[in-house]
């Protein structure tokens, strides 16, 4: 398949490179969106047809979080526009097996605390399970071999202890082993997380992975649901 790669910029823009002269194309029309809030992530995933999609906090609309798709003429709407509770802030979006969207996002209209939907076809509704305090931030989501998985400064969700990283198994959410600490600098956290096959990679400010050390990098192997093995690099990739 043809590997597109697209840009993104305030109000939303986005291109893609041509194969011969790389050069940038825009991708529907110019400044599609309205404003966006200036210091919060706008955040693009692909489905598995290549289709985009963008999240965004508006900021003609209190921040509310909004996402939208491009149809291969235009931008449109993936629901209602608006549809988180308060102000959202660090919104991620990434796409099931289904090519269903899903956002994690901060949301000051529940307390400040993360919160993650998923688009059902129809509506946007809350995926469950829950990120008790103010300092849970979700930097990162994504789906690995049917599961999703979510990075951050997290520290507790549904009740477990995640350190950073934590998978959702449909009902709950679950920890990766020990997670992801950091015990000699004042905060630990993930920021983004990539995967190839059933090959988890994050990367953040921590130093360990589980027992292994991991200067702010980590590999975990998905080798099946619900056991998760954990491994773990410092500068190179382990198994």
């Avoid at 102000?87 to 979006?93: F, P, T």
């Avoid at 099931?96 to 919160?115: E, R």
């Avoid at 709950?172 to 600490?181: E, F, K």
Wanted: proline share 4%; charged share 10%.
């Amino acid at each position: 398949m043809k590997t597109k790669i697209y840009f993104l910029a305030i109000a939303l823009s986005i291109c893609i490179p041509r194969a011969t002269a790389q050069t940038w194309q825009l991708v529907g029309t110019q400044g599609f969106s309205p404003p966006v809030t200036q210091y919060s992530l706008t955040s693009i995933a692909l489905d598995h047809n290549g289709t985009p999609y963008v999240a965004y906090a508006d900021a003609t609309s209190s921040d509310k979080i909004t996402v939208m798709k491009f149809n291969g003429v235009s931008w449109v709407l993936v629901g209602n526009a608006n549809f988180s509770a308060g102000q959202g802030y660090d919104v991620s979006i990434a796409i099931d097996t289904n090519n269903l969207p899903y956002v994690a996002y901060g949301d000051a209209g529940n307390l400040s605390h993360t919160t993650v939907m998923k688009f059902n076809g129809t509506n946007w509704v809350s995926l469950g399970g829950s990120f008790p305090t103010i300092s849970n931030n979700v930097d990162d989501i994504l789906f690995v071999c049917g599961q999703m998985y979510v990075c951050g400064s997290l520290t507790t969700a549904s009740g477990n202890t995640v350190n950073s990283i934590a998978r959702w198994d449909g009902s709950s959410w679950y920890n990766l082993g020990s997670g992801l600490l950091n015990n000699t600098l004042p905060s630990t956290f993930a920021t983004s997380m990539a995967a190839v096959g059933d090959d988890l990679y994050t990367g953040g400010n921590f130093l360990t992975s589980g027992d292994k050390p991991a200067s702010n990098f980590a590999h975990y192997k998905i080798e099946g649901f619900p056991e998760v093995s954990i491994a773990s690099a410092s500068g190179n990739i382990c198994k």
